[in-house]
């Protein structure tokens, strides 16, 4: 009697042990998961390498959105200021202190440690 039970406990590892001899032991089977493996980290194109490089493609699109953007922005402007007269020299007394002869320029300049204590 003693017998049988032991049978009985020795004859479900053994079938355990056989499904796992055959399909996780399988040669094509470990064949596959080298092959997965190998994709996912090792090979040039491998799953890791193409993450990084959509990564690096997502920062130059937004780059490129931003400077399209801005050159809009300057085309606009360059634009408004080659078409007036007075643009140009609001521009260039703002800009370079420019002036008209016998006029004279005073440039203030605000104490930056006065303005933070307030």
């Not at 920062?59 to 007036?84: I, R, S, T, V």
Request: aromatic fraction near 16%.
């Amino acid at each position: 009697m003693e017998e049988n039970k032991l049978i009985k406990d020795i004859q479900p590892k053994s079938e355990t042990f056989k499904l796992i001899q055959t399909y996780i032991l399988n040669k094509y089977t470990i064949t596959i998961c080298l092959f997965l493996v190998w994709m996912v980290f090792f090979d040039k194109t491998s799953f890791l390498v193409i993450n990084e490089l959509n990564g690096e493609i997502h920062k130059y699109e937004e780059q490129l959105e931003y400077y399209k953007k801005e050159y809009a922005k300057n085309d606009a402007f360059y634009k408004k200021l080659m078409n007036n007269k007075s643009e140009k020299e609001k521009y260039a007394r703002e800009n370079y202190f420019m002036k008209k002869p016998n006029e004279e320029i005073f440039i203030l300049v605000v104490d930056s440690t006065k303005v933070a204590k307030k």
